[in-house]
């Protein structure tokens, strides 16, 4: 079974900072993706970022970052200088090597809260 | 760019009755989702779809059914609502099973059950 965990409840950063959001996760398939997905409070998942588990580089996307420790099992968010439009939830999720489709576990989430 | 779209996006039920949540999506995708997010939880599989007539059970499917008439539709169906249902509901496609394929999510139906 697969398990995503993110620590970190809630979060608050100062505008124009980075910030690093924790997730670790658990899985014995040797092969897997790692997605970020930000929930801003109108409720819509939108996809930051995408780690799999072979890739020989961290994840680079904008302003979104990943860093990814394989043999820690963390694949945390970084975002750099933060936006007051940065405020939401952030879920970690895995997909594993199923044929059956790509499906997500997801963790239960970290509320980043941008201060001006 | 429609992408995946669901209705209703509000709903309020009396326990025991039923509904049909609507999913349809216009990006040719074979793979359909269903997810429920608790208040301040992350999202749980209720049921997939690989393709028109096939469809099978994620991690929390009690209470739900489902069916995938068309590639383009993926109604989730609850006959008898509880008050454990009340959740914010997800569709979402994906044109792979593959692990790094991106999948694309509806704006979500916020259920009541009172």
């Known amino acids: 079974a697969q398990k995503i965990t993110q620590t970190q409840p809630g979060m608050f950063v100062q505008e124009k900072e980075a910030v690093t959001l924790d997730c670790t996760y658990d899985t014995s398939d040797p092969s897997y993706g790692l997605f970020w997905y930000k929930q801003p409070s109108s409720g819509e998942m939108i996809f930051l970022i995408y780690q799999g588990s072979y890739d020989q580089q961290n994840a680079t996307e904008g302003r979104y970052s990943l860093n990814f420790q394989k043999a820690r099992k963390s694949a945390n968010l970084v975002i750099s200088a933060s936006q007051l439009g940065d405020s939401a939830m952030y879920f970690c999720?895995?997909?594993?090597?199923?044929?059956?489709?790509?499906?997500?576990?997801f963790g239960g989430g970290t509320r980043l809260m941008v201060k001006p | 760019n429609a992408g995946v779209t669901q209705t209703p996006k509000f709903r309020i039920l009396k326990i025991g009755q039923s509904m049909t949540l609507q999913c349809t999506q216009d990006m040719n995708h074979n793979y359909m989702y269903w997810y429920r997010q608790d208040p301040g939880m992350g999202l749980k599989l209720i049921y997939y779809?690989?393709?028109?007539?096939?469809?099978d059970k994620g991690e929390v499917p009690n209470g739900y059914n489902v069916s995938r008439s068309t590639t383009e539709d993926f109604p989730l169906r609850l006959e008898l609502a509880a008050p454990s249902q009340t959740s914010v509901y997800f569709c979402?496609?994906?044109?792979?099973?593959?692990?790094?394929?991106?999948?694309?999510f509806g704006q979500g139906t916020r259920l009541t059950v009172v």
């Open positions: 999720a895995m997909s594993s090597s199923n044929n059956a489709g790509n499906m997500l576990t």
């Open positions: 779809s690989v393709g028109a007539g096939i469809t």
């Open positions: 979402a496609s994906s044109y792979s099973p593959r692990i790094n394929t991106e999948a694309f």
